[in-house]
């Protein structure tokens, strides 16, 4: 087995810990977690490219969270009025969730401050090996994913969800 600390999933832990580490001040000094934050934003996002509102577990899908999680993250967005909540039209047991103007307003104040963390992480690892490791791991995502959905053994339907 190889060394703990050269395992991919502890070099991908640690790389995110130590991004992280220069934006969750700034979002503590508004009460959010990054959990939160991923929430807002791939709200955010949804509204200004696929529509204005987003299916919960689509929006689990998007920012990587489980349900439970997914859940209390929203009951606590709604609550401050940052995101907006309904039953869907079309089956009443799904609840679809859209960024409200105080999350916008929110995302905005953040935006500059978060932008210019982006910007000392450029600066110090470099445009070119910044855009570099986000090609690769794009690659690493797509290869593993499409190889999973084809490993002997292993069902999925048509979607290529394991069953």
Not at 5 to 12: T, V
Not at 25 to 54: N, Y
Not at 148 to 159: F, L, S, W
Request: proline fraction near 4%.
């Amino acid at each position: 087995m190889r060394e703990f600390r050269r395992s991919l999933p502890m070099s991908l832990m640690k790389a995110r810990e130590a991004v992280m580490k220069s934006f969750i001040p700034k979002l503590r000094e508004h009460d959010l977690s990054s959990q939160q934050w991923r929430v807002l934003r791939a709200l955010l996002d949804a509204s200004e490219i696929d529509s204005p509102e987003v299916e919960m577990s689509q929006l689990a899908d998007r920012c990587f969270l489980l349900m439970p999680s997914l859940s209390r993250i929203v009951q606590n967005l709604e609550q401050r009025k940052l995101i907006k909540r309904r039953t869907s039209d079309s089956d009443q047991r799904r609840s679809m969730i859209k960024i409200s103007k105080a999350g916008i307003d929110l995302v905005n104040i953040l935006a500059p401050s978060l932008e210019q963390r982006y910007a000392h992480i450029t600066k110090e690892f470099g445009y070119g090996k910044l855009e570099l490791l986000y090609e690769l791991l794009d690659e690493l995502t797509t290869k593993l994913q499409s190889s999973d959905m084809q490993e002997p053994g292993k069902k999925t339907d048509d979607i290529g969800t394991k069953i």
